[in-house]
Structures are given as C-alpha cells and as structure tokens.
C-alpha cells in the first residue's frame, strides 16, 4: 500500500518556506515547458493562425510525410511499408526528385493508436505542411486521419486493401477495393465448387464489413453460409473456433483475421488435422511479410488473394524485388501493400508532374483528368479520375512450401474500381451512401 | 527577501503554484501555432483526468486502472450526440456499413444536447459508484482495487469493440464534423474549445483543493494512512471511497468529452488497458498528492511523448520507458516531491544564511527516506 | 462424446497456458508482492530465445525436424529470461519493495524498453520457429476429431513445472529459505537468511517460468515485439483470482478460467466469452476478495 506521509497540499501553516519554493518552482516549470513548446511551434510553424504557406514549392525540396505504426501491434506490418515507401522517395530523389526538387520524408509513428495517427496526420499536414502523405494501415487508423486531411485539405496516399465504401475527396487509395479483391475471390472459390463457406475474422471493422459483403453474394450466386466466427484483435485461443468449424463442416473458409491471430490460427489449424487439400483457406489479410511470421509449412497450399505477389513476373517487380532487398537484406520479402505503398509515391509524382505544382487542388485535378498510369511491379496500374481508387490487376494465389505465392488465377489486365460495388445488383443494399 | 507582509505571503504560497501554471496557459493561443495548441488543448483535458485521479490515488491511496473506462464513457456520450449532429435525419455512417435500419433505442435520448452533456458526467460517476460501491464494501483494497478496475476496462473495450453495430467498432466514432452548429475543426472553434477546456481545468482544480482541504479532504487522507482508524472513529469507509471514486469518475468523463470535442473521434483505443496506465504514469510522474502536480505531470509527459516521437520516430518508446522508468525510481514523489524538497533545500540556505551542508540531518516528512524495504510485505 | 472429450481437452489446455503464463507472475506478484508490468516481455524473452536457438542451434544438433534443439531452447528460455529478472530486480525492484504500485509503473516502463529492443534487434515483423516432428499432428479421435500433440506435450510441460516448482519449494535448501523469508521475513532474517539474495533468486525463478512460457508458446501463436501485451492481462486475472500467495490458487484458477472460457465461448462467441470470464471473475472477488484459495489475511 502506498502510504508514506504526503502533505496534504496547501495545509495552511506548514512547511512555509517548502511551500513558497515549491510555487517558484513550478513556475519555473510550467514555463520552461511552454516557451519550449512555443519555441518548437515558432521554429517549425509560419505565424499562428495563418495557414501554411503554398508548402514548400518555392524551394530547394519538397517535403512528404511517411505516417505509419513504427510501434505497437500493428508495426509487424507496417514498419515494412515505411520501409518501401522511403525506397521510392531515394529512388526519385536519385533520379533528380519531383519537378526539379529533392523530396524529404517527414516520418513519424503513427503507435498503432488511433488517435494518434490523428495527432501526426494534423502535424504533417499544419506543421511540416508537407505536401503529401503517405500512410496507414488499419480501416480504423484511415477513419481517424480523413477527417484531418479533409478539414485542412491535405492528401493521403493509402497503400492497403480495405472494406471499400468510402471515397474521400482527400485520399487516394492504392489498395485494392472489395471488388478487386474479395468478390474475385469469393467467386473463385465458388467456381471450384465450395459452396459451404465459413467466415472467419478480427473483431473489427474490415472482416465485419467483408464478410456483410460476402454474404450477400453468397446469397445472389447459390453458395452457402456455413458459419461466421470472430476472434477479438490479437486473440491467440482458436481451439474452441476450430471446434465450431470442425461441427459446421464446410467445404473452404475465408479468412479475414489480423495480424497475430493469423500465426496462431494456421498453425493450430494444422495440428488439428486440417490441410489444404481437406479445407483450403482463402486469406486476404495474409501476404508474404504474415507468411514469414506465421511459417510457410504451417500456411503451405492454402489460398489468398491480392494484387500482387513477389514471383508476379513483370521487369518492374524484378528490379523492385532486387531494389528492396539490396537495401534492407536478402531474406526481407516483398508483398502487395508494400508495393503499394512503393508504387504510390510514383503515381503521386506523375501526377504532380501532370499538374506542374504539389498544390492538392492542382495534382487532384490533374488526376480528374486521367491517364495517371504507372508501370508498376504489379504491371499497368492507373489512378481512375473520379473515385480516386486505383485500377489494379487481381490475382489469386497459392502459398508455396518456401513462403513465396504462386498465381493461380488472374484477371488478366487491370480491374477498375468500383469501391461502392454499383456494378453488382446483388449489393444495392450495401452500398447506400 | 521573503514578502514580509504576511497577507501577501500566504497569497503568494497559496496561489502562486496555480497562477505560475495557468498564465503560461492563457496565453498560449497568443502564441502557438493551431496544430500546437489543439495539442494543448488535448493536454489539458488529461490533466483533468489527472486531477481526478490524483484524488483517488494521491489523497485517497486507491490506485484507479479504469480511469481509461470512464474517459471513454465520457467521450463515447459526448460523440454520439455529436455525431447525431453530424449526420442529420440520416442514420450515422457506422451504423449503415454494419446493417442496422434504425437508429438503437438507447441513442435516441443522445439527439439532446441537455441529455448528452449531464451523460458525460452522470454515466462515468453512475458506473464507478455501482462498482465501487461493491468492490469498496467487500473491503477490496491496493493492489486488487487496481487489478479488477483493470479488468473492468479490458471487459469494456472488448464490448465496445464487439458491438460495432452502435458503438463503431474498433473505429470507434469518428468524423464528426460540427459542435452545437459550428464547424469543429476551425481554428475559431478550437480556440473557443481551448478556452473552455481551460476553464473547467481551472474550475475542477479549485473544487479539488476546496475538497482536499475540506474536513472531507483531511478524512480521505486519513483513510489512506489508517482505514481502520478512521472507521473506529465512527467513519464509513465505503461511502467515503466510493464518493471520491465517482467524482474521479465523472472527471474522467469530462475529460473525454473535452477531448471528443478537440480531436474528432472516440475509440477503443482511448478507453483501453494500455491508456489507463498512463494516465496514472502522469500523475506519478507530476507527483501524488499534490494537485498542481497532477497538472503539471499530464502537460509535461504528454509533451514529452510528443517531443521524443516526433524527433526519433523508429526508436522513441526505448527513451520513453527508460525516462519514465528513472523518473518512478529517481523522483518517488515525481516531479513536484522533487522541486519540493530540493528548491527548499536552496532557499532555506539562502534566507537562513547557512551554507553548510543540508540533507543529512534534515527531517522532511514529505521528502523523507523511502519507508523500510521491508514493509507491506 | 468425442465432442464432449474435445471441449473438455479444450478447456483443459488452454487453462494450462494461462497457468504456464501466471505461474511466473505467482512468484513475482503472489509471493513478492511485485507488480511486474514487463511479465510480458519477458515472455516474449523466451520466446525470442527459442526463436534464435531454432535458427542458429538447430543446424548443429540434427536439424530443425528432429527437435532436439526444442528440449534445449526450453532450458535457455528458462536462462536467458532469468537473468533478464535478474538484471531487473537487482537494478529496479529491489529499491522499491513494499511499493508495489510503483514497480507496477517502473516495470511498466522497462515492458516499453524492452519491446522497443526487440524491435530494433529482431527487426519489427514476427518470426517464425518451426515445429518438431514429434510435435506436429495429434492423435486422431473418429469423426475427424484430432487432439494436437502440441497442446498434449503443453499439459505435460506445465505439469512438470508445477512438479518442479513443488519439489522446488518443499524439498529444497532454496526453497525453504524462500518460504522462510515470505512468511517472516524478519524472523528468517535473524536466522541468518539472506533476505535480499532470496528476494533477487525469487523474481528471477517468477522471469524464468515466463521465459518457459514464452517458449511454449512459440508452438501455438506468433513471435513478435508486442507479443506479452496479449497475454498480461489474462495473467494477472489467474494469479488475482486464485489468491496472492498460494500456488495452489493459481493452478486451480487457471483451469476453472481455461474451462469457463472454452465453455463459454461455445455458447456465444469469442469476443462475448472473454468479456464474460472476466465478468465472473471480478463478481466472483466481490463475494471472496482475497480469492479461491488463499490463506492469508492481509
């Protein structure tokens, strides 16, 4: 118990001459902390209240801010986008920068904490007033910075898959949207004849969404629900969901698990007996950086599906391959949001280009205007002008004994966005605006 | 040196602690930038927090790990009203993704302004008072007191996660755009918001001292020195613990509102076990016990953090924990025990003329050696 | 019935993890009354440990299949976590005993350093270990039913433990002196107990048992910075619930938490199951405050 005498403060007639040092004191403190918080904001901000000047365009450099978790839970993936993405700013910087200038990354860590991310997106945006960032990760952590990039008029670049549903004036999303990655899937599956399908995912907004998505087409195209199961955030106990699926039987499971409940789910799954042969999973949150975490025999033979693998054969992707692991090492692997969030960077430097100035108004109009296109690892992807959502290639894979994918299926050229799903009659109920 | 007139001493001592904190504070909107002073702002709604839970911790000796619930509860009451604003006649965006048709019955009541703002404090101090009222009464003390107030908020953000169809999810509520009709992110609003949030620090700073030096204050801190004495003495413990603990409730609750109000979302995140732990770390590192200190601590390592990650943004926890850690084991009565003890030391040198060398034989209850190892063992 | 058998060996297993994960936390905060917030980490200590006994060992004694290297990864789990509390308690805890809410935020702080040290050490993704041979499958019930052999070779683990832990406490020369000196400390002291050396010897044995955990548990989830924050809570839920200062409490707490859980997840789902054992459990220390089994009035 913690007890030792504390005075009560401000207990009149005691401890005077404590007491009065005690106010100079925190005088001198609270001061100190402020004029250093003042001084930080006179160095680095214009006047206050004024908003940034036009960022940064009448010198030497441009800065652009790199906004990802570099702690925290949600580091395992995103240190290796941060990662990329600064790849790509020295490979332009090399090549003699962004309409004459030098980029500067501005990088800051995002914690895996929502509010967090608010914090840094609002500090890269109104103070570094960077020009553009790029970032995120989890559906929650876009949610916290949008309204930021949209009340100061900054612009993100997002480099991963998400639910779709959303189409916000300030972002442009370099993942994939349900309709270039789960649809696809969910009619692979049901094209190879698994109809009975169980739906496994985090507790949070993306599987939730997804699997709302899913069930609707299952319902729309003769498949079948065998069950729905999800496990909280970082949750490792799968022995009782893995009895649930056992009892429910299904013929194949699409799997919406984050992160660390992945590693432990496949390898439990193995140990209960199931191989892919006997019940395939098709996983969308697991690309080659989560198959190193969880062990390729643990996950081998079992299905994902993305836009882009390590083995996609394109020139690009070869240099790019080499690239990043001549710069961070040869085991470090490839996958789809980092090279989203490696190819982002070009797409935002062409448009940049295009509209001949890194004012959001501009490089947003440039894009209205189309042909943002860019040979990507991945092959030809293009900033579509109006939803602002990118047209990318959707491939199937299968993961192989050594931790790389194989393609097992592709759409052959590139899918456009549609991240409302207006083409598909079946989720007219989803999509209300 | 020292004032002689003695009405203009006790002003000094008893006022200007306070007045040192609250200049420097108002002010700052004159000269921070707006992306610094909404930091601010969000600062000082934890130093709320702090205060509340200096009162619990530092005066009372229950160490509180829910304060992250009660934040939360606070703010999750404050958004949903705000969010109602936000979307109109139109049902609020998370609640369409997720497949609900209508609005859920308990979110009616938050289309009121009136009923979202008493909700704030009302909901946090209803919530502690019922679990401190039972935990209080089966004599739960220390260590357990903080381990269930930690399972509790774990219970929390593991429901408000799950039910993502009213609560947002891991999302939590987000995109709010207007307060009580004005646009929330202007610089005019933040600035107004700033204000406000400073006031009611200021007005639940007072409260406090009025209560701590209060007969109630002087019973809480005999309670946390010798609960047995003081029910002997004819006392009830458990009214007594589970009142202080509801207010440090409902100034938790305050708090998040303020801080919904500021940052624009609500999540989870916020109100989980890994917050909890700091709020207490602000006020261990300020120091207990005092309530200047609470304050002081909350703007300190909430710039701190800021400060370290925003200059070595792959490493900066590594600093972080290695900082706090020596604080905890450096200054065991935080920053305002430190000053407290060493700056006296200085000035009673200087206004007695003695230059020989204080410590040893210096007797200080508030800054004297750590209790034995041995105790409370 | 197999069903039955399959929730019950459900149950059964995963309230032997959380016991290997609280059996540590027993010693630390049931017997020393320490509040250790890096419990955590120094199961992700262990963990690490296997991690690189797996990738620089394995080679040399007969491959990664034949798991060898796995019965010695346990052992330098145990070690390395060890001298980690070690470290920790001769340069932290033991200026502040009797304080126990500070070790919580001291220790607190050094769970931040020490992920962030994993981070930059083991670079920020999960690693992976991969199983033994004799590990991997399980046996096979009808109707397609399987028991891994993983989650049978955990029950035995932390049955042994609980036996060395045992025969630790009650048949040993350090063991007496550790009994000796929480009962009274004073009077073992007079006795000629060094305090302080069974003190630091104490909180090393409570790292080394979740460096033990950290190591198990590469077999069933992820290895990576964050992680003991998945765990800790849980921890602290077991040790409080089976009362601080009785091992007993703990072993029974862990399996009565393990089945709740596994049942009532069954009955609901995943999400709704935790919160409620963790419900139960708080309304539980309202009718009993000190717990299932403990003895001491404090």
């Known amino acids: 118990m913690y007890t030792s005498g504390l005075d009560v403060e401000d207990r009149p007639a005691a401890g005077t ?34 908003t940034p000047a036009a960022p940064a365009s009448d010198s030497a450099s441009i800065k652009v801010g790199v906004l990802h978790s570099l702690s925290g839970t949600m580091s395992i993936s995103e240190v290796a986008v941060k990662d990329a993405t600064l790849l790509a700013i020295e490979e332009i910087n090399k090549a003699g920068g962004v309409l004459g200038k030098q980029l500067v990354p501005v990088v800051e860590d995002g914690a895996s904490d929502w509010p967090t991310f608010n914090e840094k997106a609002r500090k890269l945006v109104q103070q570094d007033a960077v020009a553009v960032v790029f970032g995120g990760w989890t559906s929650a952590s876009r949610k916290a910075m949008l309204p930021s990039f949209e009340e100061l008029n900054g612009l993100l670049f997002y480099p991963v898959q998400y639910e779709g549903l959303e189409q916000s004036p300030n972002i442009f999303y370099t993942g994939a949207e349900p309709s270039q990655q789960i649809v696809p899937a969910v009619d692979y599956l049901l094209e190879k004849g698994k109809k009975r399908i169980y739906l496994l995912g985090s507790d949070y907004v993306f599987p939730r969404t997804a699997n709302k998505i899913i069930k609707a087409q299952l319902a729309s195209k003769g498949g079948e629900l065998a069950g729905e199961e999800y496990l909280p955030l970082g949750g490792t106990e799968v022995s009782t969901i893995i009895s649930k699926i056992s009892a429910a039987k299904p013929d194949a499971i699409f799997n919406t698990l984050n992160g660390d409940s992945n590693v432990a789910f496949f390898k439990q799954f193995k140990d209960a007996g199931y191989t892919a042969d006997k019940l395939p999973v098709l996983s969308v949150s697991v690309a080659e950086e989560e198959v190193r975490g969880i062990g390729a025999d643990n996950i081998a033979g079992h299905l994902v599906s993305w836009n882009y693998y390590q083995t996609t054969d394109t020139p690009e992707n070869k240099k790019f391959v080499d690239a990043y692991k001549a710069k961070y090492g040869a085991t470090r692997v490839t996958d789809d949001p980092i090279e989203a969030g490696y190819f982002g960077v070009y797409l935002w430097k062409m448009a940049v280009e295009k509209a001949k100035s890194t004012e959001v108004a501009k490089v947003k109009e440039a894009v209205k205007a189309g042909g943002i296109e860019y040979n990507a690892p991945e092959g030809l992807v293009r900033l579509d002008g109006k939803n602002q959502h990118t047209w990318k290639t959707v491939r199937i894979g299968a993961v192989r004994k050594d931790g790389l994918i194989d393609e097992v299926w592709s759409s052959g050229k590139p899918v456009q966005p549609d991240p409302y799903l207006s083409a598909y009659p079946w989720a007219k109920e989803l999509a209300a605006k | 040196m020292a004032p002689r007139d003695s009405a203009l001493r006790t002003f000094v001592w008893t006022w200007g602690a306070p007045l040192a904190v609250a200049l420097p504070l108002l002010v700052a909107p004159l000269v921070l930038s707006d992306f610094r002073l909404n930091l601010l702002g969000k600062f000082l709604t934890y130093a709320i927090v702090a205060l509340g839970l200096d009162l619990i911790w530092g005066y009372g000796g229950m160490l509180s790990l829910g304060q992250g619930l009660f934040f939360g509860l606070g703010g999750y009451a404050m958004a949903m009203y705000l969010k109602l604003e936000t979307s109109g006649s139109r049902l609020p965006d998370f609640m369409s993704w997720s497949g609900l048709e209508a609005l859920p019955i308990f979110w009616e009541p938050f289309r009121s302004p009136v009923v979202a703002l008493c909700a704030v404090v009302l909901l946090p101090m209803a919530i502690a008072s019922a679990v401190g009222y039972l935990v209080f009464r089966s004599r739960v003390q220390g260590v357990y007191f903080s381990l269930i107030t930690q399972g509790l908020t774990l219970i929390a953000s593991i429901l408000f996660i799950g039910q993502q169809a009213v609560t947002g999810g891991t999302n939590g509520i987000t995109n709010l755009k207007t307060i009580f009709g004005f646009t929330r992110g202007a610089a005019g609003t933040q600035t107004v918001l700033y204000f406000v949030t400073l006031f009611c620090l200021g007005a639940l700073y007072l409260l406090c001292r009025k209560l701590t030096q209060s007969r109630f204050g002087r019973l809480l801190v005999a309670m946390r020195d010798d609960e047995n004495r003081v029910r002997f003495l004819g ?95 450096l200054l065991p009565k935080g920053v305002s025990g430190f000053l407290q003890r060493h700056v006296a030391k200085l000035s009673r040198r200087r206004t007695d003329g003695v230059a020989g060398p204080a410590g040893g034989d210096e007797v200080d209850p508030a800054a004297g050696p750590e209790a034995p190892a041995t105790t409370g063992r | 019935m197999n069903e039955v058998l399959l929730h019950a060996f459900n149950g059964l297993s995963l309230g032997s993890i959380l016991l290997l994960i609280s059996m540590g936390l027993a010693f630390s905060f049931g017997l020393m009354n320490v509040i250790n917030m890096a419990h955590g980490e120094f199961i992700m200590a ?70 962030q040290a994993a981070r930059s050490l083991f ?36 049955i042994a433990c609980i036996v060395a832990v045992y025969t630790y406490l009650h048949r040993s020369a350090g063991g007496r002196r550790l009994r000796a000196v929480m009962q009274n400390r004073e009077m073992a002291s007079c006795l000629g107990v060094r305090a302080r050396r069974v003190d630091a010897a104490t909180f090393a044995l409570g790292a080394g048992l979740a460096g033990i955990a950290g190591c198990a548990l590469t077999q069933l989830g992820s290895i990576g910075p964050s992680l003991g924050t998945n765990y800790i809570v849980d921890a602290f839920m077991v040790v409080i619930l089976g009362g601080l200062g009785r091992l007993p409490g703990t072993v029974v707490a862990a399996l009565v938490i393990g089945v709740a859980n596994t049942l009532l997840e069954l009955s609901t789902t995943a999400s709704l199951g935790k919160a409620l054992v963790f419900a139960l459990v708080i309304a539980f220390l309202q009718w009993r405050p000190t717990g299932l089994l403990a003895l001491r009035t404090r």
Request: glycine share 14%; proline share 5%.
């Open chain 2, 235 to 329: 006392y009830n413990p458990v009214t007594l613990k589970t009142l202080v603990f509801a207010l440090s409730a409902g100034m938790a609750g305050v708090a998040g509102a303020l801080f919904v109000c500021q940052v624009g979302l609500i999540s989870p995140s916020s109100m989980g076990v890994i917050p909890s732990v700091e709020m207490v770390t602000w006020v261990a590192v300020g120091g207990r016990g005092t309530l200047i200190g609470a304050v002081v601590g909350a703007i300190l390592v909430s710039l701190g953090k800021s400060a370290l990650s925003e200059s070595y943004p792959e490493v900066w926890q590594l600093g972080f924990g290695a900082l706090f850690a020596a604080s905890v084991m």
């Open chain 1, 17 to 50: 001459s404590r007491r009065r040092a005690l106010c100079v004191a925190m005088a001198a403190l609270a001061g100190a902390a402020l004029l250093s918080a003042c001084g930080k904001a006179n160095e680095e901000a214009p006047a206050p209240g004024t």
């Open chain 3, 46 to 115: 262990g963990a690490y440990t296997t991690y690189v006994v797996g990738q620089h060992v394995a080679p040399l004694v007969g491959g990664t299949e034949a798991g060898l290297w796995f019965l010695l990864a346990l052992p330098a789990s145990f070690l390395v976590a060890g001298v980690l509390g070690l470290l920790l308690e001769l340069s932290m805890i033991r200026f502040l005993y009797g304080r126990p809410l500070d070790t919580l935020l001291a220790t607190w702080g050094v769970g931040l350093v020490l992920q």
């Open chain 3, 123 to 158: 670079g920020a993704s999960n690693v992976q270990v991969s199983s033994p041979s004799w590990l991997s499958g399980g046996v096979a019930l009808s109707g397609g039913v399987q028991l891994p052999y993983k989650r049978v070779f955990l029950i035995a683990l932390v």
